[in-house]
């Protein structure tokens, strides 16, 4: 597997090349995905209505990167025209957005405007909000309110009741926008999936960096500390983690998987699982090193295999990816062929892209290798997932005891098949 230990930095860019190449994705994104899902998925119009510091998870999606979060009260609509094209419009106070978004609120009826005067709102912004609904006379309105998808479940019960009240008779036409929030979040443009590559890399070259004796010292270094390390070490380049980095021991003579306390020792199969968020785009990765003896120049052979057939379980999950199915169907699928090949799977595979855990199917749950309500949803084209997922087998050099082979890698699915990014983990780590 490629790595990049040693190189991080380098692959870093400055903060201001980065918030402008996402905001040209965003652009590209709201011209041609955006107009794309709402036909797709028969949506006339759009709303989504957030509150600064109690965002809607769809908003970071929605806004430059260089904003952290949205201005006070935010309404952007999203209205699709009769040639296709959607009108993105920032019912808002102004925030720096109407580059991208036209605020004819406040009379800027153009994204060219460049500071040109504005004219003060005669109306609320609800007011203009019911307007606009009027104007353009959408019959399906889109909102974000989901009982069971938390991504597609953003607007508050206030913003809820108070754009019902402003809607009057048009409120009949709200609908849950699940299918237009959950394609808008997990499909990815070609200039995504060109720089994600690239972004996994990262994550892989983290853990080639903290797996070395440069961090781990057996016999003293604690899993906690090794999991703060990586913690510390993404804070130290400039990124974000997807989630908190945690670290774990499978040990003969000791089962299960040990996470909190345990001093990493000779013989222990050592795992890792880290996510970094860069360009907006997440990873989340499972992998495994196993510590060396004194005498051992290589890992034992029962853990050799182990490795070998959890890759080979990986192998029989992808395949399973193909459009018009759903991942409840992939689940089901997977398991048989993996059972039928001698293997004793847990499968719990996810999407990934702009959370760790992102919106769109999942294939298993780790305490539930049945269908789900996530499941129900199918695989579409362009989206990533993280292929997450153990092997639970006898170790003979264990005494027969069992090692779960937890591994978890990110791939792509293109709508045709689905591929490994920057490889996988195909070989056991060695450390000494």
Request: hydrophobic share 40%.
């Amino acid at each position: 597997m490629k790595t990049m230990a040693g190189q991080l930095e380098r692959k870093i860019l400055p903060l201001a090349q980065q918030y402008e190449i996402q905001k040209k994705w965003l652009i590209k994104r709201l011209h041609t995905l955006l107009p794309q899902v709402m036909a797709e998925t028969g949506f006339d119009m759009w709303i989504v209505m957030t509150d600064e510091q109690n965002e809607d998870p769809v908003t970071k999606t929605l806004l430059p990167a260089s904003m952290m979060n949205a201005r006070g009260r935010m309404i952007l609509a999203f209205i699709r025209q009769a040639d296709g094209t959607v009108l993105l419009e920032s019912v808002s106070k102004p925030a720096g957005v109407e580059d991208i978004y036209r605020n004819s609120w406040y009379g800027i009826t153009d994204t060219d405007w460049k500071g040109k005067q504005m004219k003060a709102p005669t109306t609320t912004q609800l007011e203009y909000l019911r307007q606009l609904v009027e104007q353009y006379d959408p019959k399906t309105i889109g909102i974000n309110i989901d009982r069971e998808f938390t991504y597609c479940d953003g607007l508050t019960a206030g913003n809820y009741l108070a754009l019902k009240d402003a809607l009057g008779p048009y409120a009949d036409r709200l609908k849950p926008a699940r299918p237009l929030s959950i394609g808008w979040m997990e499909t990815r443009i070609d200039e995504e999936i060109a720089a994600y590559d690239g972004i996994v890399q990262l994550a892989h070259g983290l853990i080639e960096e903290i797996f070395s004796p440069a961090y781990v010292t057996p016999g003293i270094t604690t899993v906690d500390e090794l999991a703060m390390a990586f913690s510390q070490r993404i804070n130290d380049l400039g990124i974000r983690e997807s989630f908190t980095a945690s670290c774990a021991v499978f040990r003969h003579g000791d089962p299960g998987m040990h996470n909190e306390g345990y001093v990493i020792q000779p013989g222990d199969i050592l795992h890792c699982d880290i996510g970094v968020e860069y360009l907006g785009l997440c990873t989340d990765t499972q992998q495994l090193a196993y510590i060396l003896r004194p005498d051992e120049t290589e890992a034992p052979a029962g853990l050799r295999h182990a490795m070998a057939e959890g890759n080979r379980l990986q192998d029989i999950v992808l395949n399973t990816f193909a459009l018009g199915k759903t991942g409840n169907e992939a689940l089901a699928e997977a398991r048989q062929k993996a059972i039928d090949a001698g293997l004793n799977p847990c499968v719990y595979c996810h999407p990934v892209g702009v959370f760790a855990h992102a919106p769109g199917p999942s294939v298993g749950l780790f305490s539930n290798q049945g269908p789900s309500a996530h499941g129900e949803l199918y695989f579409h084209p362009h989206t990533n997932y993280a292929l997450e997922l153990n092997n639970t087998i006898a170790i003979p050099e264990w005494d027969g005891e069992t090692l779960m082979t937890c591994l978890e890698t990110n791939i792509y699915f293109d709508g045709k098949r689905a591929y490994y990014m920057a490889e996988r983990q195909t070989e056991l780590m060695l450390l000494r």
